[in-house]
């Protein structure tokens, strides 16, 4: 973490955000939460948008214990993506239904089904 905010420093030292306050703004603003974060800035500018691809996956299917997830591919660096029109099933290793309630079939379906015709 400490290497982050070297290079960070470093960046905002050659690269202008464009984001100046002025004094008579800054005067106007005591007491707010700050909006902007020049940490928040750098990490998503320079960090997330390079690993955004694992994270941002559209699924076409239910989250069970496979998911189906639609295949896209990049040409500019991950800043826009395109479809590849093929599907890839894959094994759900998150904790998005853990519990089971999202599966079509299985013991948390037949209950809720059963209660819902009562």
Wanted: glycine share 6%; aromatic share 12%.
């Amino acid at each position: 973490m400490p290497e982050l905010r070297c290079i960070n420093s470093c960046v905002s030292l050659l690269v202008p955000s464009g984001r100046r306050v002025e004094k008579c703004a800054a005067a106007c603003l005591q007491g707010y939460a700050p909006l902007y974060n020049p940490f928040e800035q750098f990490y998503s500018r320079y960090v997330y948008r390079r690993v955004r691809h694992i994270f941002n996956r559209p699924i076409c299917s239910t989250p069970g214990a496979e998911v189906t997830l639609k295949e896209r591919a990049t040409d500019d660096y991950n800043w826009s993506f395109r479809f590849t029109g093929t599907e890839k099933r894959c094994i759900n290793l998150g904790s998005y239904n853990y519990l089971g309630f999202a599966s079509p079939s299985g013991e948390c379906a037949d209950a809720a089904e059963a209660a819902a015709r009562r």
